[in-house]
Nanobody, 123 residues
Framework: VQLQASGGGLVQAGGSLRLSCAASGRTFSRYIMGWFRQAPGKEREFVAA????????YYADSVKGRFTISRDNAKNTMYLQMNSLKPEDTAVYYCAAAVSFRSVDLRSGYDYWGQGTLVTVSS
């Protein structure tokens, strides 16, 4: 599967952005999908994940209550709605897909990765 992330940009603190991850192929609904992010000088970290439809969701503590992950299997697309953004949310955001349920909060739990989309939150 090929993944294409989009929707990043520059936003002021307190603002919102919605990221999208479009997937190729006809088996999108079979993948567990996730978002990770990597800030400058830091390791890539887990943000959120969603399982198959109807989709159980998982979130990092740092984004719980502010971010919402969702998927539209008919459109082969996953989303990350980000509200109440903070400067510390600034990072390159990556989407990923897993063919089986493993550790959804670890990079090793995913088989495919998209290119990143940059989110910059100004204070």
């Amino acid at each position: 599967v090929q993944l294409q992330a989009s929707g990043g940009g520059l936003v002021q603190a307190g603002g919102s952005l919605r990221l999208s991850c479009a997937a190729s192929g006809r088996t999108f609904s079979r993948y567990i999908m996730g978002w990770f992010r990597q800030a400058p000088g830091k390791e890539r970290e887990f943000v959120a994940a969603i399982t198959w439809s109807p989709g159980r969701t998982y979130y990092a503590d740092s984004v719980k209550g502010r971010f919402t992950i969702s998927r539209d299997n008919a459109k082969n697309t996953m989303y990350l709605q980000m509200n109440s953004l903070k400067p510390e949310d600034t990072a390159v955001y990556y989407c990923a897909a897993a063919v089986s349920f493993r550790s959804v909060d670890l990079r090793s739990g995913y088989d495919y990765w998209g290119q990143g989309t940059l989110v910059t939150v100004s204070s």
